[in-house]
């Protein structure tokens, strides 16, 4: 049958076979059962949707029915439709980096039965113009990637995601998908109950990190010249490509002229490059071989590259859900690559002041939106420094007022563009961030998170096994 998973897989992927669990999903998913796949970063989620919407779109050719696909991630949306585009794939993305002509045209598109898969954000359904289009077509199937933001408890929240029982609702309850790379047992609970469903409606497939070729390990380290001498012994011992992450940008730089100095060449990658710079860097260390990039978390999405022999963290990360995703980039080729944690004590004072900074006390909450409430148009006028010299009473708030800024535009509190700052206030400030009570039970588990961290620095066990019970592998959660 032309239209079975394998052939399908075969025709548009060129795989002839699928991986453990892939197979199984697929399947279980087009029985018309619901799912929740948690699997590492690299381990084929995307494929678990894609090759049943396009077997649907051939079972079903002329019913107006697609595959809806709920991302938080624009970043990767181009690019996972371009790959589509290019395997022969009917796709396309609808988000806010569209402008009003080409967003229209999509709409118009969507409304005549064109796309066998739309990638959308979550946010996109605030949006009437897109839920009449929607209204117009069938949805077989849902996907929800990165499933982890639908809890609170996870380690990306997005507001939005919690509307996603209704919006299944207003689908007419399609068969859902739901992926992620990571997601501990109470995330994974949280994950189907705001989707609307019960446990037992929906079947938990894991696919843990059973992979032989990863060999985890933590070295205690004493300043900077002993971390410098760890990543130029693993530069030299590993020949290959490799990923060193810093939690600092000026950290980053520093390491980088100590690198120069040595002759060593490497690309440098983090959030304050210009986005052009940002693809450039990401382009060579896709397309050629052998480079070592030091980089922050911001390196990581699209991150697909078969050959990284060796992923270091030279700084402790913030949390499992981190580290987990970040050496799931290590050895996706099956070849033997190392993940070493660098761990100096010290560097958990950084850790602790980013917990800080990311969860504002709900009087900072409070003051902010009064202050936008009065001081609207100044804003609108000044920009970001001046609301910082006006909100903020010492030293290092700036990031609080960052991540205050991103909370309200995330709750549908103000709208427009936070860089530059340039907003309208949409509506009143959510009880969840006006109780410290509610702020104080997200403050508690980012510290358990770091805790647990901390706890897999110092095992003496086996490191796999301790990330397997962290996730809840070892168990039905």
């Not at 494929?47 to 990767?76: E, F, H, N, W």
């Not at 590259?305 to 080729?333: F, T």
């Not at 690559?337 to 800080?356: G, N």
């Amino acid at each position: 049958m032309t239209s079975s998973p394998p052939s399908i897989c075969k025709r548009y992927f060129g795989f002839d076979s699928f991986r453990p669990p892939q197979g199984e999903v697929i399947d279980h998913v087009l029985s018309g059962r619901h799912a929740l796949l948690i699997m590492p970063t690299g381990g084929g989620k995307s494929l678990c949707y894609q090759v049943p919407a396009l077997t649907l779109a051939d079972r079903k050719r002329g019913s107006g029915g697609m595959t809806l696909v709920i991302s938080p991630l624009i970043a990767l949306m181009k690019d996972q439709v371009d790959a589509l585009h290019d395997r022969g794939v009917d796709a396309t993305f609808i988000n806010s980096s569209l402008d009003r002509g080409q967003r229209l045209k999509r709409y118009e598109n969507v409304a005549k039965g064109k796309y066998d898969l739309l990638y959308v954000t979550p946010e996109r359904f605030r949006k009437p113009d897109f839920l009449d289009v929607l209204a117009k077509r069938q949805v077989h199937l849902l996907a929800v990637d990165e499933a982890h933001c639908i809890s609170e408890w996870g380690h990306d929240f997005r507001p939005d995601y919690t509307r996603l029982a209704h919006i299944r609702q207003t689908l007419g309850n399609p068969t859902t998908l739901a992926l992620t790379a990571t997601a501990t047992p109470e995330v994974q609970r949280d994950i189907v109950q705001q989707l609307g469903l019960e446990p037992g409606q929906v079947k938990r497939f894991h696919a843990g990190i059973e992979r032989p070729n990863l060999h985890l390990e933590v070295l205690d380290v004493w300043g900077d010249d002993d971390k410098l001498k760890c990543i130029t012994e693993v530069y030299r011992e590993h020949p290959g490509s490799g990923i060193v992450y810093f939690t600092l940008i000026k950290t980053l730089e520093h390491f980088s002229d100590r690198l120069l100095a040595l002759k060593i060449p490497h690309l440098i990658y983090h959030g304050l490059l210009d986005r052009q710079k940002r693809k450039s860097v990401q382009n060579r260390f896709m397309s050629e071989s052998g480079h070592l990039v030091l980089a922050t978390n911001a390196f990581g999405m699209g991150i697909d590259k078969e050959a990284i022999r060796y992923v270091l963290h030279a700084d402790i990360p913030g949390s499992m859900e981190s580290y987990y995703q970040e050496i799931g980039r290590a050895g996706r080729d099956g070849k033997d690559s190392i993940c070493r944690l660098l761990y100096d004590e010290r560097d958990l004072a950084t850790q602790m002041q980013f917990i800080e900074w990311e969860n504002p006390s709900a009087n900072f909450y409070q003051t902010l939106y009064h202050f936008i409430e009065r001081h609207l148009e100044k804003i609108n006028a000044f920009g970001l420094e001046w609301l910082e010299e006006q909100i903020h009473t010492r030293r290092n708030r700036g990031r609080q007022l960052d991540t205050s800024l991103a909370m309200l535009d995330r709750w549908g509190v103000i709208e427009g563009s936070l860089d530059p700052l340039q907003i309208e206030l949409t509506g009143p400030l959510p009880e969840r961030l006006a109780s410290q009570d509610h702020l104080d039970v997200k403050l508690k588990r980012d510290q358990q998170k770091l805790y647990a961290l901390l706890q897999y620095v110092k095992t003496k066990e086996d490191r796999k096994g301790f990330i397997h019970h962290y996730f809840g592998l070892d168990s039905e959660g």
